[in-house]
C-alpha cells in the first residue's frame, strides 16, 4: 500500500513563494517517479513537474517553467515542489502522485491534495 501525505500549502500573497513536501510511504517500484498536478475550481487537473526516483530526471508543465522546481529527497522519501513568484492563478488544490513507470505518467497513487491561495 503506497501512501503519500502532501503539506506546506496556505495563503501567499502575490509574488510570494511556497515549497509544498509530499511524503511516501509504502510499496515503491524500480522505476517509479513522483508527479505534481493542481486543481482549481471549474478547472481540469494541470500537469506541473514530474521527477524520477532513481537519478532526479525532471519534466515541467509550460506554465511553471522558470517558477517552479521540483527535487526529491531520497533519505526522507519525500518530494518538494518549491513555488516562486506566485500569482492569484496559481490558486489551485495541490497534489502529487506516483508514476509507477517514469515518465510513461502510470499515476496509480494520489495524495489527498492541500490548498494554496495566492492573494493580489
Known amino acids: 500500500q503506497v501512501r503519500l501525505v502532501e503539506s506546506g500549502g496556505g495563503l501567499v500573497q502575490a509574488g510570494g513563494s511556497l515549497r509544498l513536501s509530499c511524503a511516501v510511504s509504502?510499496?515503491?517500484?524500480?522505476?517509479?517517479?513522483m508527479g505534481w498536478f493542481r486543481q482549481a475550481p471549474g478547472k481540469e487537473r494541470e500537469f506541473l513537474a514530474s521527477?524520477?526516483?532513481?537519478?532526479?530526471?525532471?519534466r515541467y508543465g509550460d506554465s511553471v517553467k522558470g517558477r517552479f522546481t521540483i527535487s526529491r529527497d531520497n533519505a526522507k522519501n519525500t518530494v518538494y515542489l518549491q513555488m516562486n513568484s506566485l500569482t492569484p492563478e496559481d490558486t489551485a488544490v495541490y497534489y502529487c502522485?506516483?508514476?509507477?513507470?517514469?515518465?510513461?505518467?502510470?499515476?496509480?497513487?494520489w495524495g489527498q491534495g492541500t490548498q494554496v491561495t495566492v492573494s493580489s
Open positions: 502522485a506516483v508514476d509507477r513507470n517514469w515518465p510513461s505518467r502510470d499515476y496509480a497513487y
Open positions: 509504502g510499496s515503491t517500484f524500480s522505476s517509479y517517479g
Open positions: 521527477i524520477r526516483w532513481s537519478g532526479g530526471s525532471t
